[in-house]
């Protein structure tokens, strides 16, 4: 995430263009229209969120994919109507925005797609460290110092990684113990402690006030070992409203 928020702040331009992307069509129906007249199969441009891992790279690679496409509907949209518009012409139009665009995407997007992988539940620690040390080794080859360097400082005050990897290299050898194996399914990321403060705000909704500890309980167990969200819904429902029926 360290490493993704270096890239954006070293393409000031690539961010100024995502940045007004989004607002131009941002509660305005009349140029979402504009856009679906002109393409009606190109997506509304991404509203990455800063703080969510990966979605400013993922964001890069829509313009990247459709650059020519947002391009000429900027030059149907007059610069008078908002601020966004202007920002976004003036950058588009830039020589150096699609070589950064470009660059951006051919040596970073891998970055993106390995922070959803990392998310992903039951990866073991082996397959993490496989995608880990892929993403360091793009980085080095991009030849960019400064993401380079960033993605050597977060290593470098994570000191136990090294710990965990000899913990992957016994678990991928069959060599380790017991008290080894248990690191097996170990997360390199913080997401799931993330997952879980979202979990409970949701289940502890101040709209749920008639819940009781026992149901409490069940809509956890029920809300982490549902593979299908919508069912886990459908049953969270289900004890609420014996909730409401108990009193």
């Known amino acids: 995430h360290r490493v993704a928020e270096k890239i954006r702040s070293e393409y000031p331009d690539v961010d100024t263009l995502i940045a007004n992307g989004k607002k131009i069509f941002l509660k305005s129906p009349s140029r979402v229209k504009l856009l679906k007249d002109m393409y009606p199969n190109l997506p509304l441009p991404p509203q ?63 970055i993106q797609i390995a922070l959803t992988n990392l998310q992903k539940r039951d990866r073991s620690i082996v397959e993490s460290f496989q995608i880990f040390d892929e993403v360091r080794s793009v980085v080095n080859w991009s030849m960019s110092s400064p993401i380079q360097n960033k993605l050597e400082a977060v290593i470098s005050r994570n000191p136990d990684i090294d710990i965990i990897r000899t913990f992957s290299e016994q678990i991928a050898s069959g060599s380790a113990t017991d008290d080894i194996l248990i690191w097996k399914f170990a997360p390199l990321t913080s997401v799931e402690v ?53 009193d």
């Open 48 to 110: 990455p969120i800063i703080t969510r891992w990966g979605t400013w790279l993922a964001a890069a690679s829509y313009y990247v994919k459709y650059f020519d496409e947002i391009k000429h509907i900027l030059t149907c949209l007059r610069s008078s109507e908002a601020v966004s518009i202007k920002n976004a012409k003036n950058i588009i139009n830039k020589d150096n925005i699609r070589n950064d665009l470009n660059f951006i995407d051919e040596n970073f997007k891998i």
């Open 194 to 246: 993330e997952r879980t403060f979202s979990t409970y705000k949701w289940i502890l909704n101040v709209k749920r006030n008639r819940l009781k500890l026992a149901n409490m309980e069940k809509i956890i167990v029920i809300y982490f070992n549902s593979t299908e969200n919508e069912n886990a819904i459908s049953n969270v429902e289900e004890i609420d409203s014996e909730n409401e029926d108990d």
